[in-house]
């Protein structure tokens, strides 16, 4: 197995009327190729930061990430973007979605951008997705014509589009009801399974629990990890669920 995202000594200060901020202190982190990890902690723990810089969405202060190998900091910008576009997918708190465009249009963007499929077969893909997630009524609304957990449901099939190494995902569920979650966990789930590695961030203990690896972050660090291996079943979801319970437990959560 390859490694596919490290950091190392890791550190974002961010400034703020000349206060300065630690929000990530010396994070070294590994992820597999093909692994699920879930990032957990308090809010303000430093969680959405770990994922922007290791997307290269935001610099790093301190300290490296290496992404399939390559440095980001040392890219070009129009290597980044690249990158992002062809092998990551995200799914963040905010969601950036292009508010002149349909629903339909927006999940299609980036396959269109990517030209690594005809118009029509990225079309067919996006229809797949969004019936998946029950979301294929919204495909011709604006942004503004739809509900918060259908706009994430829309960004989570904009994320898989071009079928990513990596996806990055800021609490995937957070707008949703339980069956709308349930599809979301098992759309990451059948991504993981065909090969995407999966890093989220999420405070539900169930949506965790269908991960490999959980770390906990307090105050910028990582203060515990728990392994889960890989989940062989969906019954096995409510025993995963109480390990990762009582080891939050155990972490002051
Ligand atoms: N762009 C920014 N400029 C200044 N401070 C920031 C910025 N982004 C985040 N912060 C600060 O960094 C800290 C960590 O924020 P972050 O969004 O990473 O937390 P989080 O763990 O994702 O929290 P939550 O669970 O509430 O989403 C917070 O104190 C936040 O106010
Ligand atoms: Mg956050």
Redesign the pocket.
Known sequence: MSTVIETKDLC?T???DKQS?N??QNVNLKVEEKEFVT?M????????????TVSGM?TVTAGSVLFDGEELSSMKEKELINIRLLKMGFIF?QMYMMKKLSIIDNIILPGFQAKLKPRDEVRKDAENLMRKLEIIDTAEREITEVSGGQLQRACLCRALINNPKVLFA??PTGALNSKASKDVMQRLLEANRAGTTVLM?T?SEKVASISDRIIY?VD?GIKGELTLGKMAGDDEISIRERKVRSWLDEMGW
């Open positions: 974002k961010y400034i703020v901020n929000v990530l990032v902690g308090p809010s303000g723990s430093g969680k959405s930061t770990l994922l922007y935001d708190q800021d609490e961030v405070h972050l910028g």
